[in-house]
């Protein structure tokens, strides 16, 4: 351990391994000693799958090892296996210890995080300098300054102002190709054969560091969920590289087509796999912008799926953390629709009769990994129209996505997927019946569900929820601008209709409370 006093604390949280970090920079290597801290805390405060704890401390610790490299000196906490331990508790210690003066950092991904560790640096008398986050290409106070007047925050209008203000995707004061958005191109769906024959994304085959991070989460969070018998994340820098060519090379010029589909046995499709990478801030988002955007210049993908993949990280992205910092903390308790119900307990098991969550959720618990349609569409969809309570449907998406990090995942959960902050995020809420999962996918034709039937013993779950959900909400959306022709379609249900529909959900809600309460 370090026993030398230090000037200055440099703090490098799990989030942050981007060599070019602005707490980095001007960095006196006789004075100051880079501080890293794997917490418990990290791991249990909602309960993490295996390879989401795996894939931060492998990064983490080939991280400390390229900066050590480098010759700087770094304070390390490997993660203690009998201390119950927290990042504020560990770096309290260690300005008690050390001695610093001061702390720099780069904010943290989560409010909770910077927050604990804000108050153990005062408490301790030390200087706290928090540094800009050169990883994002709108900083907050440019968010807030966006925002600032505006009735109503739209992805599309901040997406808009950044594409023109980076010269991304422009040709001039136009957009390439004509649009700012080729959505209506990008929802093809596949035929009964499925996908044609895919190419597997480049993996990586865990070394030593890796290997001992594995056996360590297998014993310490033995009874966390999910698997780490398929783990071959980037942990790297070098390999993030590796995986972006990978995209782009394979992938990108199909993504644009297919990026709603979904079908059984293929969690990849021509999705990227770079979310966890980006997110840990081994690849920066400018730099796998401009790879796609090269991409479309060389004629190796259309505009269609250069954009939709580009608008996915200069626009929603970016615009999650501006709300996120703007609205938090009180935006995590948002609940506008009054759901109360637990999470059903199978979403943590994959053990349900319906072919669509046991997929994804069985996909989830292997890999921690969805893409974004089984998340909203399968995942977020039967929450929304159960009526779960959405801190717990937070908690879980937190949990269980190696790409989880708060001040991405919060507001994707809290307002796009649940519509819990009545929509600040998305103008409307995302709902629909088991025909749009058959329409995207090919889970349906191997469950017992019908999903063309609200009531009966073969009626489709979601397709029985979503008619009850128009019912129940009809007050506050029939006279939606944009979801009032949805909530028009309850004039085709007669009387004993809308009673049986509401009764069977009863039902439904009644058994999956019941199931719950028995584990």
Known sequence: MQTRQPERLIVVLGDQLNR??????????????VWMAEAREEATHVWSHKARIALFLAAMRHFRDQLRKRGLTVEYHALDEDRETSLASLLAQDLGRLRAGSVRMVQAGDHRVQTALERAVARAGAALARVPDRHFLCSLEDFDAWAEGRKQLRLEHFYRHLRQRTGVLMDGDAPVGGRWNFDADNRGRFGRQGPASLRAPKSFRPDAITRDVLGLVERRFAQHPGSLDAFDWP???????????????HRLPMFGRYQDAMWDSEPWLYHSRLSAALNLKLLAPAEVIAAAEQALTDGHAPVNAVEGFIRQILGWREFVRGLYWRDMPEYAGRNELNAQLPLPDFYWTADTDMACLRSVVGQTLQYGYAHHIQRLMVTGL???????EPKRVHEWYLAVYVDA?????????????????????ASKPYVASGRYISRMSNYCGTCRYDPAQATGDTACPFTTLYWDFLMRHRDRFANHPRTGYQWRNLTRLSTPQRRAIRQQAARLRERLVAANAKT
């Open 20 to 33: 070019d970090s602005a707490a980095l920079q001007a960095l006196n290597p006789q004075r100051d000693v």
């Open 382 to 388: 039967f929450a929304l129209l159960l009526g779960v």
């Open 405 to 425: 990090v708060e001040w991405v995942e919060l507001p994707n959960t809290i307002g796009m997927s649940q519509y819990a902050d009545g929509g600040v995020m």
């Open 235 to 249: 942990v790297t820098r070098r390999q993030a590289l590796l995986a972006l060519g990978d995209f782009i090379e």
